[in-house]
């Protein structure tokens, strides 16, 4: 459990650097589906009933619920979530805390921090030669072809870029913003990055492979867990 210190009229968290998941398939019973919902701030409540797919309410569900616990496990009962000008969510009035969510498939995620986080996690997927040519560079195109062996090898590496690169908008909140293509990231012994926006800035990635399920976290913090808490 996180420590509160109290500064002034305000007490700030001393987060861990964590990730927290949810299996939707937990949310295929309809009586648990229910009763996490009304456990949802309103926020999140619009937001499920706005969806029309059923498997992407239990997502959407999904990324309420890990969000509720990584916050409940560090002390925060209460809090009201914003939406910055890119769709980046935060906590209203906390300048100690950091999160970003994502979901792909049967999982959702809340990558959560006491400095600024991007997470994203993605199933396995197929890569046309036009979207290659449009999010990835020349030198890590080149990489990828020189080293995988099989279609199936191919598309994991690089649906495993994909992820990095995603991290790396969500991390600066701008999204789609900023072009993909403009990262380079190079796979070595440690995962390194260069963002043309950002030339300067020192980035760590974390990636972790979950079956066909990827996840990558983008922090400056050099000791994020990327084993995800699940419920």
């Known amino acids: 459990m996180a420590a509160l210190e109290e500064s002034g009229a305000a007490f700030l968290v001393k987060l861990m650097n964590e990730i927290f998941g949810v299996d939707i398939r937990i949310l295929d019973d309809k009586e648990a589906f229910d009763s996490w919902y009304q ?12 969806i029309k797919p059923i498997n992407d309410k239990k997502l959407s569900l ?18 009201e979530v914003g939406i910055a000008e890119h769709g980046k969510p935060y906590i209203l009035g906390r300048e100690d805390i950091f999160f970003n969510l994502s979901h792909s498939g049967n999982i959702a995620v ?68 900023m072009a993909p293509a403009s990262i380079h990231v190079d796979f070595g012994e440690k995962v390194a990055v260069k963002c043309q926006a950002f030339p300067e800035e020192n980035l760590n990635i974390f990636f972790n492979n979950y079956d066909e399920i990827m996840l990558t976290i983008c922090s400056k913090n050099n000791n994020f867990n990327k084993v995800i808490n699940f419920l």
């Not at 999904?62 to 809090?79: T, V």
């Not at 062996?149 to 789609?176: C, F, V």
Request: proline share 1%.
């Open 110 to 177: 809340c990558a959560i921090s006491d400095s600024e986080v991007g997470v994203d996690i993605e199933k396995k997927r197929n890569f046309s030669e036009g979207l290659i040519k449009k999010v990835f560079d020349d030198k890590e195109i080149q990489d990828v072809e020189s080293i995988a062996e099989t279609k199936e090898d191919r598309d994991e590496r690089y649906t495993a870029l994909w992820t990095i690169k995603e991290s790396i908008m969500k991390y600066y909140g701008t999204g789609i913003a």
């Open 39 to 50: 456990k949802m701030p309103e926020y999140r409540k619009k937001k499920i009933d706005g």
């Open 62 to 79: 999904g990324a309420g619920i890990a969000l509720h616990r990584a916050l409940l496990a560090n002390g925060i009962k209460e809090y």
